[in-house]
């Protein structure tokens, strides 16, 4: 005996298209293991005579996304259209009229996830957003259920896949940036227009999904302070690694004492944390608590099959949840928190610089770290011919005081260049 | 506003003291997080005077466990108590009088969870039992839910800590199984009767459990052919990383051809896999399949605190499920399946032997490969005086030809000592 629930997709691409085989091809093996038959009632696409990798039943097909949320045949709405408009407005009008929804936006769900999910569960149905952040790997069930009853005290991410491949082949390999991207757009890794990975952006949405399931405070992602790797220089690497670290584009939410503090920018992770050595595209998510000590999760963060099966976990639950005539996986209960200031948060520095190789040079340098109150940790020192590359590891400080240490010590005259700073993440005090 | 739910504890041990405490001591912060207030309404336990960590409220204490399930204000009851007797009728009695429950006990879910589960459908409440395998990490959620639409090829999971622990220590340390063993008691990472711990009891539950969620085929325990690491030697694991191997007692289930594969031993893993880097009490589970590839979670396998937290993390679920006034968690799909003979199952094998050292031994060793059709991948001599070690590991073959294929060997007279068959894991051919 097998339950009849009605699907509509919005968007039919990589990920939508992947699913909705699935669904069509895979039916009985869905049923077999879940006893749900899980029918496509109407898919919308933007260009019905486009040609896709499988056939779609062509009376399923529309180029207007309003008439699948109002199909009266469809139960639950899958939107893999991306972006935030015209998304938005259709989740939440496939929401207001009872209809659960089912997405792998993380944009949407950064920008607007706390209203989504009010107006969810205003109307009894659900919202799941497992595949937003890391693709395959199940993520935010385990946060929002499974460690519901955690004080967490902190979560780290490598949540972009592109990214995380980039800096992966130039630490390996020792290439460009430039080089490296460009391979990447070559094996489809990077998109024509990488900005939203290379940039931060794209890490940044799901930063505040995972901060605000991990915290129970909404954080919206524009309120997430990111840096990219588009900045990033091969050179830095070769200096970190010696020092016994690896970048990684690190997502970060951490409970401080002043608030709740989430960001993203390119991190070194000492060689021996569990981090280090996640490669490639792989994804992988990080979660420290008082009473569960550290947890790694690890997967593939992208890609259409991962993402596919996400979404067909959400699918499944929501649709159970529908014949059981409830929603409870959108109960989640977000409360009031402080968002700290980007300026405030503080971290440890990793700032390479060349200078003049002379007596006197260093305290000079010392100097205007103290000035800032910006404590050192270690210090590292290659001379060749009558200059010198200076690394300086600092302890943990404001990222303001990091920042004005840098902005001064460019106006130094002994100092003829100073590198990106670079954040250190280390456990060591 | 908070909603109040009523909680009854069957046990208090380490993992039910821990949870207990956290209700009492720490309910502020989950009412603020969750909404929820959970309170303690009962507690069984074995004897009402014995000294604990902290003090119990005296009038919640009873040595009548059936009082617990029976109190009317009790809705949710949480079974940490163990074994099958009394703690399996108890918690039908529970679910059948309409209480959900939460359990940590593998042994029971591996012996009975079939059916308890099925008096939670027909009850209508829900009976979760994240806990039961991995401690804090989260896998019972993601298999049965997240994962939901994937047809799993393997779960390979380390699930038993203190065996972790002994291994790690025979590795690194070169110290013998005994010694480790003793030094382990005393740290309370082994239990004074270790039996089901290095038995491969505990491990073959988990395996059980792991198996009927990931193939939706209910396993039983006891179904699950295991072999611990009580017979193990220090020797093997010296020749083992020379062929660039690390020993896990592993928990297997995989989707063979034939049926089902499940099982628990010690296993040769390549020491660039993921689990060959699990140390110590750690556990990891490991899971793959043909859309999600290859996805890993690592974490806490035992203690009260990380075990406390998924307990709770099963009852804020469970919790939010009763005031939706539905179940859904135990809505697990079981089908029929066929469950492989521990004979027919396939494993490629490590031998390691003292053979006498004289041309044509060799051959008439590689003769009995050939009798009982296992086929040689490598082969490693070492000799000395007129004694040589010989280590050959096999191609995949049936795991009844390769025991046959050792004692056949233990019969040559060129063989003076076969030692324990290891079976080899890998993703190689």
């Known amino acids: 005996m097998s339950m009849q629930i009605g699907i509509g997709f919005l968007g039919a691409g990589t990920v939508g298209g992947t699913l909705i085989r699935r669904l069509i091809f895979e039916s009985d093996a869905i049923v077999a293991k879940t006893g749900l038959q899980l029918v496509v009632e109407g898919i919308a696409v933007r260009d019905v005579r486009k040609a896709r990798g499988f056939d779609l039943p062509p009376e399923l097909l529309t180029d207007r996304p309003q008439r699948v949320v109002d199909n009266p045949n469809v139960q639950i709405v899958v939107e893999v259209m991306g972006?935030?408009?015209?998304?938005?407005?259709l989740v939440r009008r496939a929401l207001e009229s009872g209809k659960a929804v089912v997405t792998a936006n993380k944009e949407l769900m950064a920008a607007m996830g706390s209203e989504l999910l009010g107006a969810?569960?205003?109307a009894g149905v659900s919202l799941l957003f497992e595949a937003a952040v890391g693709g395959g790997i199940p993520i935010i069930r385990p946060l929002s259920e499974s460690l519901a009853g955690e004080r967490i005290s902190s979560v780290l991410g490598i949540v972009n896949g592109t990214t995380n491949y980039i800096l992966t082949e130039m630490v390996e390999n020792g290439a460009s940036y430039e080089d490296v991207l460009a391979e990447a757009q070559q094996l489809g890794y990077a998109e024509a227009d990488p900005t939203a990975d290379v940039g931060g952006a794209d890490a940044a949405s799901k930063a505040a999904i995972l901060a605000s399931l991990a915290f129970g405070m909404w954080v919206d992602g524009d309120q997430?302070?990111?840096?990219?790797?588009?900045?990033?220089e091969a050179v830095d690497f070769h200096y970190a690694k010696q020092l016994g670290y690896t970048p990684k584009l690190l997502a970060i939410a951490e409970d401080a004492p002043?608030?709740?503090?989430?960001?993203v920018h390119p991190t070194l992770v000492p060689l021996d944390h569990p981090l280090a050595s996640v490669r490639g595209a792989t994804n992988a998510v990080y979660v420290s608590g008082p009473s569960i000590g550290e947890l790694l999760f690890t997967g593939p963060g992208a890609g259409g099959e991962p993402t596919a099966t996400a979404?067909?976990?959400d699918?499944?639950?929501?649709?159970?949840?529908?014949?059981?005539?409830?929603?409870?996986?959108?109960?989640?209960?977000?409360g009031r928190g402080r968002l700290m200031n980007p300026a405030d948060m503080t971290t440890k520095g990793f700032l390479r610089m060349t200078v003049v190789d002379r007596p006197g040079v260093l305290a000079?340098?010392?100097?205007?770290?103290?000035?800032?109150?910006?404590?050192?940790?270690?210090?590292?020192?290659?001379?060749?011919?009558?200059?010198?590359?200076?690394?300086?590891?600092?302890h943990e400080s404001r990222e303001g005081d990091l920042q004005a240490t840098a902005a001064d010590l460019g106006r130094l005259d002994v100092v003829s260049e100073v590198g990106t700073v670079l954040r250190v993440h280390s456990?060591?005090?």
Chains 1, 2 share one sequence.
Not at 324 to 333: D, E, K, L, P
Not at 379 to 394: F, H, K, M, P, S
């Open 364 to 394: 000079r340098i010392a100097a205007v770290f103290g000035k800032h109150q910006v404590s050192i940790k270690s210090v590292w020192q290659e001379g060749r011919a009558d200059e010198a590359t200076l690394l300086i590891v600092t």
């Open 311 to 313: 979404l067909l976990g």
């Open 258 to 263: 002043e608030g709740i503090a989430v960001r």
């Open 427 to 429: 456990d060591e005090p």
């Open 315 to 334: 699918l499944i639950t929501s649709a159970r949840e529908r014949l059981a005539r409830t929603q409870v996986s959108s109960r989640i209960r977000f």
């Open 83 to 89: 972006g935030l408009d015209p998304a938005g407005p």
């Open 120 to 122: 969810a569960e205003s």
């Open 224 to 232: 997430v302070p990111r840096e990219g790797i588009d900045g990033i």
